[in-house]
């Protein structure tokens, strides 16, 4: 197959909670070019602990943080960043702000935007944060990879709704909780003009210590412009 190659892991990683250690040596032996991580620092000190992140699997920080509420895209020194922007979603009382981030990049002369995102826990809630971010995603022109931890598997509404005119990965294993997989509810998203060349959900050791949900790993081929 032609095109450019692009290796990108997204990863609930349970607000730093669990095994840090095992994260980061994992995540360094995968070696993604963009990582996108649901549940990252958007509290205190969250710039600093972005960045320490970043800093301690070889990436450096994208996009996101405190400004997408825990959505963050961390990239390797392979991807050139054009353009970052966040969203959130409207607030439903007693529950949490939730957002998305957004990166523009190129690698070796293929283009691409990503983003990523994670709905909300409440069924009722969720459906309209997929159609919110899925406006968005239908906005940028270009290929386009989406991931997120949906808190849906495939089927339910918020994640046809986001898998609609997009290529998705989602036979398998699955995703949630990583110590006994029941549930496929972490996604990731491409535009037709992406090749999915390689799909994985990662089901190591070190996955299962460094979160409570394993991550989605993909190599993808870009177009080249």
């Known amino acids: 197959m032609t095109?450019?190659?692009?290796?990108?892991?997204?990863?609930?990683?349970?607000?730093?909670?669990?095994?840090?250690?095992?994260?980061?040596?994992?995540?360094?032996?995968?070696?993604?070019?963009?990582?996108?991580?649901?549940?990252?620092?958007r509290r205190f000190l969250w710039q600093h602990r972005c960045a320490a992140l970043a800093n301690d699997t070889g990436m450096v920080m994208g996009a996101g943080g405190l400004p997408a509420l825990g959505n963050l895209l961390l990239v390797n020194l392979r991807v050139r960043v054009h353009e970052t922007w966040c969203m959130r979603f409207p607030l439903t009382p007693g529950r949490h702000l939730r957002g998305a981030a957004f990166l523009r990049g190129s690698v070796?002369?293929?283009?691409?935007?990503?983003?990523?995102?994670?709905?909300?826990?409440?069924?009722?809630?969720?459906?309209?944060?997929?159609?919110?971010?899925?406006?968005a995603l239908d906005r940028v022109e270009g290929p386009v990879i989406a991931a997120a931890d949906l808190n849906e598997g495939p089927g339910g509404g918020a994640w046809r709704t986001v898998e609609d005119g997009l290529v998705s990965s989602s036979a398998g294993s699955?995703?949630?909780?990583?110590?006994?997989?029941?549930?496929?509810?972490?996604?990731?998203?491409?535009?037709?003009?992406?090749?999915?060349?390689?799909?994985?959900?990662?089901?190591?050791?070190?996955a299962r210590q460094a979160s409570d949900h394993l991550p989605v790993l993909a190599d993808l081929l870009l177009p080249s412009s």
């Not at 607000?15 to 250690?21: F, P, T």
């Not at 070796?108 to 159609?131: C, I, K, N, Y």
């Open 174 to 206: 699955f995703t949630y909780p990583a110590t006994l997989p029941a549930r496929l509810i972490d996604g990731l998203f491409v535009t037709p003009d992406i090749t999915v060349d390689r799909y994985e959900v990662v089901e190591s050791d070190l």
């Open 108 to 135: 070796r002369g293929g283009q691409f935007t990503v983003s990523g995102s994670h709905l909300a826990t409440d069924p009722a809630e969720r459906p309209a944060q997929a159609a919110l971010w899925k406006e």
């Open 3 to 41: 095109g450019v190659p692009l290796r990108v892991l997204s990863y609930n990683v349970h607000g730093l909670k669990d095994d840090r250690a095992a994260l980061v040596t994992l995540v360094r032996e995968l070696a993604p070019d963009v990582l996108v991580v649901q549940e990252a620092p």
